[in-house]
């Protein structure tokens, strides 16, 4: 009964670097999602996915990619580290088709660029 | 120590007392909304949800209350417990950009004090 799981829990990187942020969902949901939060300011949509094979941008893609790999997997992929970048990065996954519309949230991963 | 949240307006209440935290939202077309809980370090947890078709709806110790009219939403705790402490969001479910994705707001932390 994972739900949606996230890793690295944790990461820093420096300047420049790149680095993948891994999501997986345990529950047959066809949507998924990539937030960030920052302090003061909520959730901000990064890029979603309605279903498996297609991806969209959300409120702030800048400097991020994403890859739904199948349907229960979508990942989040930094090319160039910015300190802008600094956040907690939440994914999470819904099945809006059965008339649910809840996000079922995984436990983040905190990133710090310096 | 937890990022999130220091910059948010904090209510904060006595243990025992009855909790009401507000949120207004953006688009009046929006048909649903859901409460959502957040504790220090974890991922969002759906509390409450509504439809726009109702204007109350009742949980175990929470309400939610919907007026369409002024377009705001508010969660009701009642008896407070230390355990509510968190940050809360309240979230619309929108149409942007040709898909429903839920928007949230920016967060209120509830301090309850013994």
């Known amino acids: 009964n994972a739900g949606v799981t996230q890793t690295p829990k944790f990461q820093v990187l420096k300047t420049g670097q790149s680095m993948t942020l891994q999501c997986a969902q345990d529950m047959n949901h066809n949507s998924m999602y990539w937030y960030r939060q920052d302090p003061g300011m909520g959730l901000r949509l990064i890029y979603y996915s309605a279903s498996e094979g297609t991806t969209d941008k959300g409120e702030v893609p800048n400097g991020y990619n994403v890859s739904r790999l199948n349907k229960r997997e979508f990942s989040l992929r930094l090319e160039s580290a910015a300190p802008s970048q600094t956040s907690v990065y939440f994914c999470a996954s819904s099945e809006p088709s059965g008339g649910n519309y809840g996000y079922t949230f995984g436990s983040g991963t905190r990133l710090t660029v310096v | ?114």
């Not at chain 2, 209510?11 to 949120?23: A, F, M, P, R, T």
């Not at chain 2, 705001?72 to 429903?100: K, M, R, W």
Request: proline share 4%; with cysteine.
């Open chain 2, 1 to 114: 120590g937890e990022s999130v949240g220091l910059h948010l307006p904090t209510l904060s209440v006595q243990e025992g007392d009855n909790s009401i935290i507000n949120c207004a939202y953006s688009n009046s077309a929006s048909d649903y909304f859901i409460w959502y809980k957040q504790e220090s370090g974890k991922g969002p947890q759906f509390i409450i949800d509504i439809r726009s078709n109702m204007d109350k709806r009742q949980g175990q110790r929470v309400t939610v209350l919907l007026n369409k009219t002024v377009k705001h939403l508010s969660l009701q705790i009642a008896a407070t417990q230390p355990g509510d402490s968190a940050v809360y969001f309240c979230a619309e479910f929108s149409l942007s950009g040709g898909y429903n994705k839920l928007i949230f707001g920016a967060g209120t932390r509830l301090a309850v004090h013994p």
